[in-house]
């Protein structure tokens, strides 16, 4: 060890554990991040100021650090989740989750901070103390998340299959599947459908088979789809589908007034990472069925 790294250590009362930092691994989910919470309250670490909760998956190994790997444990992150819950209320808590959902890549370490903010201090509403730099990043980051939201829930685009499965592909910046599928579940009660997040390898999928005359069926989780239906998913369209696609195409194609066109305010509205899985944009610049009738 260097002689200015052992005189650190002993002109400024500095234990050697503390120059480097304590990191707490915890699984990439919402119950592994509570758990990890709790494991740091167990063992008195939330006043190291090194501390930092990383989720394993984004987690690179370093000689300098130490790191401690959290396991899921539910009743544990129960108990969390209820203290939360008395803390922050309702719309604390829709924070705190969409905070999550945007993975990035310090947010496990940024709502450690939030929340001992609110066990240190149980009667204020910290989450309207944007002085305080990790509410102002939670509250910009559930603002992207919700904006995110907003944009799938319109840009979705399902294609029909030859199974009568309504099948859409979206590549979300964040992970926002899990907040949108209410939205269409109630508005999509009398068909199958599903959304698959292609970045993330995962889908929702809604069985109209399992619903009531009085409540919607609930969504079920879908993985690993085949990757050939992932890339060319025109190989399962049903005739109609084909035919629908046509139809909306021309129409698209049709509506469009030259002079009026403004390719800068149209990205503007309908950004352009988002044309991927849009019908409308799949299109060959002089297919038959797309010349102008008027």
């Known amino acids: 060890m260097s002689q200015s790294r052992l005189e650190l250590a002993r002109n400024q009362n500095y234990q050697l554990g503390q120059l480097t930092p ?8 919402f119950e592994g991040w509570l758990s990890a919470v709790f494991y740091v309250y167990a063992n008195k670490l939330q006043d190291d100021e090194s501390l930092q909760l990383i989720a394993q998956d984004c987690y690179v190994p370093s000689l300098i650090s130490q790191a401690t790997s959290v396991a899921i444990d539910e009743d544990k992150a129960e108990r969390v989740l209820s203290k939360l819950n008395n803390l922050l209320g309702r719309s604390g808590m829709r924070n705190l989750l969409w905070g999550f959902l945007s993975e990035k890549d310090s ?3 940024t709502l450690f901070q939030v929340v001992k903010y609110a ?7 910290i989450m309207e103390d944007l002085g305080n730099l990790n509410v102002l990043y939670l509250v910009q980051t559930v603002k992207s998340v919700g904006r995110e939201k907003h944009r799938m829930e319109a840009f979705v685009r399902f294609e029909h299959t030859t199974d009568d499965i309504y099948f859409a592909r979206v590549e979300p910046d964040f992970n926002v599947l899990p907040l949108i599928g209410e939205h269409f579940r109630q508005r999509y009660q009398d068909q199958h459908w599903a959304i698959y997040d292609v970045a993330r390898g995962y889908g929702i999928y809604y069985d109209k088979s399992k619903s009531t005359p009085m409540r919607p069926a609930a969504l079920q989780t879908i993985t690993d789809l085949d ?3 992932l890339r ?9 589908e084909q035919r629908y ?5 021309g129409y698209f194609t049709n509506v469009n007034i030259k002079e009026r066109k403004n ?11 988002y044309w991927k899985y849009l019908s409308e ?9 797309l010349q102008k009738r008027r």
């Open 232 to 240: 060319n998913p025109a190989s399962i369209h049903s005739k109609d």
């Open 281 to 289: 944009k799949q299109v060959l610049p002089n297919a038959e069925h």
């Open 119 to 125: 066990i240190d201090y149980p009667s204020r509403s």
């Open 22 to 29: 304590s990191i707490v691994l915890y699984e990439p989910s």
């Open 263 to 273: 390719p800068r305010l149209h990205k503007q509205y309908l950004p352009q990472r």
């Open 227 to 229: 990757d050939a239906v």
């Open 245 to 249: 696609q046509k139809f909306w195409q």
């Open 107 to 109: 947010i496990g370490s």
